[in-house]
């Protein structure tokens, strides 16, 4: 099973914020870890990790994180012109949520996990949340 995840997905597991995904966010990336999944992050997505845990972190340790999120899962990049197919989406709200879709469309995902399904109401891929995938994998 190919499934990409949404930069919050990751954030729950490295952060362990409060949110009602959490312990399934955190199961999804053990799933990747251990291989039973072939789990994917969108390549934007390392950006957003780096902005966010230097907040809270030091530079080293926010090295580590994304160097662990980058053993467990693979990166999902796009072309040129999917870039562009993104830029001219209009379906979005969120620019990072169309490009988070053409990821998950690039790499054959069966799924793009997010803990925010309503703002990918447009998705061409099958959108889901961390729960809800649970509930049929295991």
Request: glycine share 2%; net charge neutral.
């Amino acid at each position: 099973m190919v499934v990409l995840l949404d930069t919050n997905v990751i954030l729950n597991f490295l952060t362990g914020r409060e949110d009602p995904f959490l312990n399934s966010s955190e199961k999804i990336m053990k799933l990747a870890a251990l291989n039973k999944i072939q789990g994917y992050f969108a390549i934007h997505t390392l950006s957003t990790l780096w902005y966010i845990l230097r907040k809270t972190r030091s530079d080293n340790d926010t090295r580590k994180s994304i160097e662990k999120i980058c053993t467990y899962l693979k990166m999902a990049t796009i072309s040129s012109r999917e870039a562009l197919n993104a830029i001219k989406n209009t379906n979005f709200k969120d620019f990072e949520d169309c490009l988070q879709d053409e990821c998950a469309m690039s790499v054959g995902a069966d799924y793009l996990i997010t803990c925010n399904e309503k703002d990918f109401k447009n998705a061409k891929s099958k959108i889901i949340n961390p729960d809800e995938f649970l509930s049929f994998y295991i």
